[in-house]
Structure formats: structure tokens, C-alpha cells
T-cell receptor, first 115, second 111 residues
Framework: KAGVTQTPRYLIKTRGQQVTLSCSPI?????VSWYQQTPGQGLQFLFE???????NKGNFPGRFSGRQFSNSRSEMNVSTLELGDSALYLC??????????????FGAGSRLTVL | GQQVMQIPQYQHVQEGEDFTTYCNSS?????IQWYKQRPGGHPVFLIQ?????EVKKQKRLTFQFGEAKKNSSLHITATQTTDVGTYFC???????????FGQGTRLTINP
């Protein structure tokens, strides 16, 4: 079956702009979570959506937002971009929350560069 | 707050040497998972540990979950250049629908 698909894979923006990233989970997976990865900070959790509801949220400013659609696809948006937002943004999906369903499958990521 | 400390942050070894990374949680976990991320790649699931004191092996990799379900380790015996990458743990907080992430250990190997 198809894996987790993230688009776009690479993008360059300038400070002050906004960006929307998309994530299509594995078919049947109800949960999508988003992460920011930078060399200095490692993997930082942004938020998780489960059946269109935000279940958990990390410690990021309100400029970072997300949503999940009824088909489980998810988008995240970053407004008023700052240089420090340059990072690899990963999304992951999982089927459920117990046992083997709890395993995260990551997408290849969207690499954002802010100039 | 709830977090998982992972050490070391970096480890450089000679090929053939052993490698270990440790995760310690401030709270009890219901399970812990390990992932590997190759340079330029995305994290890939390795294993999940659920039971107290559980030990699992995958070829040269040995994973342990502590008796108190607050710590875990990944040990690689006789490293090979294919082991290069960042290894990180992900724990599920017991009684909560929340995952906590280790910062990762970046392993580099001198051939």
C-alpha cells in the first residue's frame, strides 16, 4: 500500500510569507501528526489530529496551525514566516493508539527554507 | 513537564565497535518505540517494547525496556557502516494519549 505522502518536498519562502504543507496518510490511518526537525533541536512535536480533531499540541507559537479533513489528509500552515522556521517538516500517520496500531509511519518530509 | 532524555546526543565509533543509546523518561510509559533515520532520510520504525523488562533482538540490535518502564536502551554489536544514522525513542505516556520523543543519538562510524 502507498506510504505517507508529503507535498511539496522542497520549498523556499521569504520572511513574512505563509506556507501550507500537505500530508496524505496511509489509507485507513486515522491519526496524523506533524513534527519540526532541525539539526540543533532534533524532532519537535507540533500537533496531532485524530479523526479531524486536534488531540495534542506541542509548544509552538500560534503561527503554526493545522487541520485534518474527513479523508484523514492533513495540512499544516505557518504564517508570518521567520528565519528560524527553516526546517524539515515531517508528518506521520498511525492507525490507532494501542499495540501495533500505535506505530508511526513517517513521510519523506517537506524541507522549508526561509530567506 | 513530561519528557524523555536520550543520551548521548552524538557518538562516533570505529567500525566493529559496539554502540549504545539510552532513553530515560520522567514518567511511566505504556510502551516505547525505536526509530532510525538515515542521513537525508526519514524516520523508520525499528521496534516496539511493551512489557516491563522486555528484551528484543534484531540481528545485531538489542532493545531493552526497563523494569519500571521508564527507561530503555538500544545496543548495536559490532557496528557496520550501514548502521550510520540517528536513532531515537518514542514513548507513550501511560494513561494518556500522548507521545514523548527522545532528542536522538546521531551515530557516525569510521570505516
Amino acid at each position: 500500500k502507498a506510504g505517507v505522502t508529503q507535498t511539496p518536498r522542497y520549498l523556499i519562502k521569504t520572511r513574512g510569507q505563509q506556507v501550507t504543507l500537505s500530508c496524505s496518510p496511509i489509507s485507513g490511518h486515522r491519526s496524523v501528526s506533524w513534527y519540526q526537525q532541525t539539526p540543533g533541536q532534533g524532532l519537535q512535536f507540533l500537533f496531532e489530529y485524530f479523526s479531524e480533531t486536534q488531540r495534542n499540541k506541542g509548544n509552538f507559537p500560534g503561527r503554526f496551525s493545522g487541520r485534518q479533513f474527513s479523508n484523514s489528509r492533513s495540512e499544516m500552515n505557518v504564517s508570518t514566516l521567520e528565519l528560524g522556521d527553516s526546517a524539515l517538516y515531517l508528518c506521520a500517520s498511525r492507525f490507532g493508539e494501542t499495540g501495533g496500531a500505535n506505530v508511526l509511519t513517517f513521510g519523506a518530509g517537506s524541507r522549508l527554507t526561509v530567506l | 513537564g513530561q519528557q524523555v532524555m536520550q543520551i548521548p546526543q552524538y557518538q562516533h565509533v570505529q567500525e566493529g565497535e559496539d554502540f549504545t543509546t539510552y532513553c530515560n523518561s520522567s514518567t511511566t510509559l505504556s510502551n516505547i518505540q525505536w526509530y532510525k533515520q538515515r542521513p537525508g532520510g526519514h524516520p523508520v520504525f525499528l521496534i516496539q517494547l511493551v512489557k516491563s523488562g522486555e528484551v528484543k533482538k534484531q540481528k545485531r540490535l538489542t532493545f531493552q525496556f526497563g523494569e519500571a518502564k521508564k527507561n530503555s536502551s538500544l545496543h548495536i554489536t559490532a557496528t557496520q557502516t550501514t548502521d550510520v544514522g540517528t536513532y531515537f525513542c518514542v514513548g507513550k505516556i501511560q494513561g494518556a494519549q500522548k507521545l514523548v520523543f527522545g532528542q536522538g543519538t546521531r551515530l557516525t562510524i569510521n570505516p
